[in-house]
């Protein structure tokens, strides 16, 4: 398959555990742009939103957002507030096709209840951010996407599969 994919999508809802599997799945080179951000300033997240702050972390996000959509035959991962910046949901356009990874916020709850490398969910109540964090982006997520595939109960492999049967159906209809 030609191009680039790129998985937006709320924390947990399976962009980076899906991306490695359909690059695998696709001989593409998989990235993920969090990774990137951490592997470029030596520090986890969490230390960038606790130093940077968010908008300092957002910077960085949209700087490396650019630089990897212009490469060729990757998966890129995207993280879950990407998509908050205009000119990052314009470089996702503009450089692949843009597969929206939507779950429920219970799913997501559940998939991200313990990890501590969330800064957004390091609240009191982190279920209801999740769910103020998924009304705010949902539209954003839908606008940029090419494709939505809903992600709850399903295993990695049969989401993947499922995924390619999906984009091998639509970018054969754009022919």
Do not use: W
């Not at 606790?50 to 996000?61: I, K, L, P, Q, V």
Request: charged fraction near 25%.
């Amino acid at each position: 398959m030609p191009g680039n994919f790129f998985l937006v999508g709320l924390m947990g809802a399976g962009k980076t555990t899906v991306g490695r599997t359909l690059a695998r799945s696709t001989g593409k080179t998989f990235l993920d742009s969090d990774h990137e951000i951490e592997a470029r300033t030596g520090v986890r997240i969490p230390t960038i939103f606790e130093m940077e702050g968010e908008g300092g972390f957002r910077a960085r996000e949209c700087a490396v957002i650019s630089e990897l959509t212009a490469m060729q035959d990757i998966v890129l991962a995207t993280g879950g507030g990407a998509v908050l910046n205009p000119e990052n949901r314009a470089a996702l356009r503009r450089g692949g096709f843009v597969i929206y990874l939507r779950a429920s916020v219970d799913d997501l709850y559940q998939r991200t209840a313990h990890d501590k490398n969330r800064p957004l969910l390091q609240t009191a109540n982190p279920k209801a951010r999740l769910a103020e964090l998924f009304e705010a982006r949902d539209p954003l997520y839908r606008e940029v996407a090419d494709l939505v595939m809903d992600t709850s109960r399903q295993t990695v492999q049969h989401l993947t599969h499922q995924l390619i049967l999906q984009l091998e159906k639509t970018l054969h209809a754009h022919r």
